[in-house]
């Protein structure tokens, strides 16, 4: 799917947030098929990224919660890990139905609570259904007893699985992982975070209507530290799918070798997206702009580091200085808000700490730079920020940002720029851009990177993603992706 044609189509968005003015209570967490309400007595603020104003509380779950919820999870797991395949796609169907019907309640809830953009926001509700279809597809033909050598190979579900969430597009994570839980017959208790409670809320209610055996899908609100902690400790948890930072990652694989917990970990990036010098740059420059921008910036896969010909770097600055001049910095509802608010108040510093650094290490700013856009003062808006002339060993080359900010990195030739895109502790995502397809295959095959897009931002459902390096540890999506929620017997005989 050309992600690109997406996000520059202009969509009628009907949000009206000033008609929000009572206070939002999310109080019930979903465990064993019910909204019950938490044992923990914690409360987190709910507070708008566009206005920081304060629109509602959470209640949090804690560890009473989470056993709770890991209990009702392993019983299921008895009955459910023997349920057919056919059984498992009806169930994918029926939430694959549900989801789409509700869209755009899905979409409008990502853009009030973290300040997503429209644009953004409505195609990630768009590849939910879609990703469902591909697990789908996937689960129809695959094949859980196989043969191998002489022996006959059962592929059976892991078991119950601990999915911890980020903040950033959570219920498209939410889904994907999910999905491919349900495929493979494992149970779930998922923790999102703490700031994602409202679209967790409708996300559990699109799990209840989809009417899954009580204790398939168990949802706890709550901290990393409490309820995170909990599940990567537990004993009858056997996997934990994690996406979220590099260092909270190490924290969960470290405290998973302790019971032997598989792991499944989606990283942060540092995407590198080289431009080679046979491409049209009327077309790959705007793109990688939007590939930068991409949530905001606040993307794992996002293009942050721009590889350009040092003999176009003048050409490549000046068409850069003209897209940036004409895109929509603003309130995430609008449909032609390219770059909305950052979630927090925290986000916002830090991404005014690195071009703060990013200064000091002496590159040259483009476009943007520190402080809110004029008119924006009440939310957590970043300008669009471009660095060019950078180096790759600056820390804004080589730090995730997770903000609007992108550096642009000139080489000398095809080589260099092979090993500029590779000089990095991330392997998430890479982006190449050539008017010769072979040219561009043969760069992409010498980057370590877990998916390389040519010409374009692209999704595809089926593909594996994932990280090299420390990006991550296996593969989601396709079969890959089931593969790592079974286990494979070989019985000999
Ligand atoms: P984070 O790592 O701070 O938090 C992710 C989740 O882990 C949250 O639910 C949090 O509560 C939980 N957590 C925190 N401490 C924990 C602990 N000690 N034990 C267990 N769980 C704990 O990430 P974030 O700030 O929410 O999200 C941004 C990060 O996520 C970025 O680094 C981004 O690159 C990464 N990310 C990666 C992907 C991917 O697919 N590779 C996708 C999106 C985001």
Known sequence: MKVMTFLLTGLKNNLDYNKKNILKSINKIYINGEFVTPHGTATFDLISPVSNQKTGEAILGDQVDTQNAIAAAKEAFKTFSKTTKEERIGYLEKLRAIIGRREKDLTDIMVEEYGGTFQFCSMVSQNMVQDINAMIDVLRDFDFVQTHGNSKVFLQPAGVVGIIIPWNMSNGFIVTKLATAIAAGCTVVVKPSEMSTQQTQLMAECFHEAGLPKGVINFVNGLGDVVGAEMTRNTDISKIAFTGSTAVGKIIAKGAVDSMKRVTLELGGKSPNVILDDANLQEAVPTAIFAAFLNSGQACAAATRLLVPQSKLGEVNTIVRAVVQNIKVGNPQDADTVVGSMIS???????????????EEGATLLIGGLGKPLGLEDGNYVKATIFTNVKNSMRIAQEEIFGPVLVIIPYK???????????????????????????????????????????GILHDSKAPFGGFKQSGV??????????EYLEAKAILE
Do not use: H, M
């Not at 510093?349 to 703060?356: F, L, N, T, W």
């Not at 982006?431 to 370590?448: C, G, H, L, W």
């Not at 296996?474 to 593969?483: A, D, F, H, T, V």
């Open 345 to 359: 108040k925290k986000q916002y510093e830090r991404v005014q700490d690195y071009i703060r650094i990013g200064q």
């Open 474 to 483: 296996g593969r989601e999506y396709g079969i890959l992706g089931l593969e």
């Open 413 to 455: 030739d095809e080589q260099d720029a092979i090993s500029i895109a590779n000089d990095t502790v991330y392997g998430l995502a890479a982006y190449v851009s050539s008017a010769t397809k072979e040219r561009a295959y043969r760069v992409a095959s010498q980057i370590d990177a877990g998916r390389v897009c040519i010409n």
